[in-house]
């Protein structure tokens, strides 16, 4: 059966980090792309940080620089690893599995979804 959870959430002051984590079970990261994805209050889920299967990796303008997705594959864990956070980061954050070579945040090419956790920062 598979399942991803993610973990790393909180709640955290302007310009403070965070490091989500997603470990994954009944199959393996080495194999699949990464999605990081955010949703904030009423709004849609959008794309912040991508890893495709070639390793080839982007993110939202709004993160570059401060964002940092990354796969341990010996845990079977993806990372997001959050720096200079600012209040607009929060949100619910999301990671998936999808099967593209190359970078993707298209929500409906992923077909594996954690669970979500709640980042939240405050001014």
């Known amino acids: 059966q598979v399942r991803l959870v993610e973990s790393g959430g909180g709640s955290v002051q302007t310009g403070g980090s965070l490091r989500l984590a997603c470990s994954a079970s009944?199959?393996?990261?080495?194999?699949?792309?990464v999605g990081w994805f955010r949703q904030a209050p009423g709004k849609g889920r959008e794309g912040v940080a991508i890893?495709?299967?070639?390793?080839?990796?982007t993110y939202a303008d709004s993160v570059k620089g401060r964002f940092t997705v990354s796969k341990a594959l010996g845990l079977n864990t993806v990372y997001l690893e959050m720096t200079r956070l600012k209040p607009e980061d929060t949100g619910m954050y999301y990671c998936?599995?999808?099967?593209?070579?190359?970078?993707?945040?298209?929500?409906?090419?992923?077909?594996?979804w954690g669970q979500g956790t709640q980042v939240t920062v405050s001014s």
């Open positions: 998936a599995a999808g099967s593209r070579l190359g970078p993707d945040s298209l929500v409906p090419d992923y077909f594996y």
């Open positions: 009944g199959f393996t990261w080495s194999t699949y792309s």
């Open positions: 890893m495709g299967k070639d390793g080839t990796k």
